[in-house]
């Protein structure tokens, strides 16, 4: 084992999540409205229209018919929800922020949370939640701040 008594093939325990710039995490700022825009558009994208086609294709695969035209519905819904629920517990980006250079932490700059993660998706989908960031304190849309999390800015 050595004198220090560590293991020499231990992974190193550095954060590699954020900026090595940045000192602490929540000191980090918060998003820009440009930036939370063009996450709107890309995870729209991408979210909708992709992984709709997808996971439609994959429905035609179980036939026509009856059975297929009933879970149209649930595997979208699914599939629009996970992409969320996925990328932003396990990496706390969507493929919007991870090119814009942003994530998703707690308000205290920690990793959020999974029934955060959860909370904050579903109320992606209150009425006119989007419009929530013109008119919010702090640049934080209701699912920001029903869900305690904020987006920050991570990349110069």
Do not use: C
């Not at 995490?25 to 820009?32: F, H, K, N, V």
């Not at 595997?75 to 990328?87: D, K, N, P």
């Not at 493929?95 to 205290?108: E, Q, S």
């Amino acid at each position: 084992m050595g004198m220090s008594g560590r293991n020499p093939y231990e992974p190193p325990k550095t954060d590699v999540s954020l900026d090595p710039g940045e000192r602490r995490a929540e000191e980090l700022p918060t998003a820009g409205l440009g930036a939370r825009f063009l996450n709107f558009l890309i995870d729209g994208i991408i979210a909708r229209f992709v992984l709709v086609a997808i996971l439609g294709a994959a429905l035609q695969s179980v036939g026509p018919g009856e059975r297929a035209g009933l879970l149209t519905l649930p595997v979208l819904l699914a599939g629009m929800l996970g992409y969320y629920v996925v990328l932003e517990a396990a990496f706390g980006w969507t493929l919007g922020k991870l090119i814009t250079g942003t994530r998703v932490v707690r308000f205290d700059g920690s990793k959020p949370r999974v029934p955060q993660i959860i909370g904050r998706t579903f109320a992606r989908y209150i009425p006119f939640e989007p419009f929530s960031l013109l008119f919010g304190s702090e640049r934080q849309g209701w699912h920001d701040s029903l869900s305690g999390t904020r987006v920050v800015r991570v990349r110069r």
